[in-house]
């Protein structure tokens, strides 16, 4: 067995392992005395943490998800380090977000890994990180812009600055930049546009549907940018551990009342919304019955739905 097989071998393993550290649970633990995994939306992640633990500790878990379980596997692989090739760099990367999504540390239970990839796409590619981010940031701006009109005036220079990004980075034609510039200024309007609607403000406002739209179009961007096809695969690989984990989501994050969701709606929650409700508020603050509820709601149970409550 050859010397960059057993290094590759041991490096996928490892990244799994360190994707795999279950940090956000480690901090809801020694920081409240809970496990995260029976609050809120059930995901061992950020905004989870932030909800039910504390907003301190934003920073330094999504520091720790793009610095050491994104980025670091990526660049050992990478020339810099072992040289091992593009292959074993996206072997990498997606061994450490399957880690983060379904630790072996708390009975395959984990996050998303949505922080875990802006590290490893920064690491393969860093203009790609930049418009999985960007478009993402987009909705996010055209979505506050409704009220706040600078919103929009600060997306409309983040479009110039992808337009230069792309037209430079990518070595694109003008054309395709111009294609890929108005399809950012046309999500931009659009969110602008439908979170003045008020049927489906809260709908629009949600952030799952933007990071959502925004693993979609992630192998686009990747042809688009030139990259690689192991990258493009890459973005095609996390696309579907990102719908797979929507719709499994963890083992006992149901919603805890008294009549099932239809499946086909529970799909199109888990899988557009990342919930099993249509309720954000009510999904985000859920806890366990009885650890501390001061007020109580039904909403309908997931087929796999355990015993939790909402709170206000």
Not at 23 to 48: E, L, Q
Not at 217 to 242: D, N
Request: proline letters at 4%; one cysteine or more; glycine letters at 12%.
């Amino acid at each position: 067995m050859s010397s960059d097989l057993i290094a590759t071998i041991l490096l996928i393993a490892g990244a799994y392992l360190l994707g795999a550290l279950p940090i956000a649970y480690y901090v809801g633990r020694a920081a409240k005395g809970i496990d995260i995994r029976k609050y809120g939306s059930g995901n061992v992640g950020t905004s989870n943490v932030s909800t039910h633990v504390g907003r301190r500790w934003i920073v330094p878990l999504i520091a720790f998800d793009i610095l050491v379980k994104g980025m670091l596997p990526v660049v050992i692989a990478s020339r810099h380090f072992l040289d091992l090739g593009i292959g074993v760099e996206v072997g990498a990367g997606t061994a450490s977000i399957v880690g983060h999504n379904w630790s072996v540390w708390i009975k395959f239970s984990g996050g998303r890994g949505m922080a875990t990839v802006l590290g490893v796409i920064a690491a393969l590619h860093y203009p790609l990180v930049l418009f999985y981010g960007g478009q993402a940031g987009m909705a996010w701006l055209g979505a506050k812009a409704r009220k706040r009109p600078l919103y929009g005036i600060v997306g409309l220079a983040a479009l110039a600055v992808l337009a230069y990004v792309l037209y430079t980075a990518g070595d694109q034609p003008l054309w395709v930049v111009l294609l890929g510039g108005l399809f950012m200024l046309g999500l931009l309007i659009f969110y602008t546009v439908v979170t003045n609607v008020p049927r489906i403000q809260a709908r629009a406002n949600d952030s799952a549907l933007w990071w959502g739209l925004a693993a979609l179009l992630l192998p686009v961007w990747s042809v688009v940018l030139g990259q690689p096809w192991q990258v493009t695969a890459f973005c095609g690989v996390f696309l579907a551990i990102t719908a797979t984990k929507r719709l499994r989501s963890n083992r006992g994050s149901g919603t805890g009342a008294g009549a099932r969701v239809p499946f086909l709606r529970l799909a199109m929650n888990r899988l557009v919304f990342d919930r099993d409700i249509d309720e954000r508020q009510a999904w985000v603050r859920r806890s366990p019955v009885g650890a501390n509820v001061s007020a109580s709601t039904s909403a309908p149970v997931a087929p796999d739905a355990g015993s939790m409550s909402s709170r206000p």
